[in-house]
């Protein structure tokens, strides 16, 4: 089973020059939290923009470099869908981590999402896709919270 883990701003935003524009400790705590114990999949532009290789996880990076390496032993590479068909159908859940061409990819075999969405727009040039309420149903959204001037909610979405 396939989630989709994100952050992104009233305007759909959910990067610059393969950044996020915005710094939220309680989204980066909520982040290890869901994904501790898990398969995270992400792409490899949005894997070599981490800060750190968290533990107790393990990443599948997809990328069309088939001479790319990465040193971690926790590090997976994968250079198709047909080679993260077990990862879609199994039972566990697993997340999709970006970048917006990974969750464009993977939008429609995913069961879940979990969004952090903030309240106000961002510049930025990655965008993720429109949340489409003829597929999804919310589920669950935290009471408003801020943190260093950016109001946010956590919101559950499952697929209808």
């Known amino acids: 089973m ?4 994100v952050t992104k701003a009233a305007n ?8 996020k524009p ?5 989204d980066d705590k909520r982040f290890d939290e869901l994904t501790k114990g898990k398969i995270i999949i992400l792409g490899r532009k949005a894997f070599e923009a ?5 533990p107790e996880r393990t990443y599948v990076v997809m990328t069309e470099n088939r001479e790319l390496r990465f040193p971690q032993e926790n590090v997976q590479i994968v250079h198709s869908m047909l080679e993260l068909q077990g990862y879609i ?7 999709v981590a970006g970048g917006a061409m ?11 999402l979990y969004v952090t969405e903030l309240d106000r727009d961002f510049a930025g040039d990655s965008l993720f896709p ?13 009471e408003p919270a801020e943190e260093n001037g ?7 979405y499952v697929r209808k």
């Open 12 to 19: 759909n935003i959910i990067g610059k020059d393969n950044r």
């Open 102 to 112: 990974i969750y464009n990819l993977f939008m429609r075999h995913v069961n879940k």
């Open 130 to 142: 429109r949340i489409n309420e003829e597929i999804w149903s919310e589920v669950s959204r935290s």
């Open 2 to 5: 396939l989630s989709i883990i």
């Open 89 to 95: 159908e199994d039972e566990n859940e697993n997340f």
């Open 150 to 156: 950016i109001k946010y909610s956590f919101v559950e």
């Open 22 to 26: 915005w710094a939220l400790e309680a």
């Open 50 to 54: 981490l800060d750190k290789v968290l």
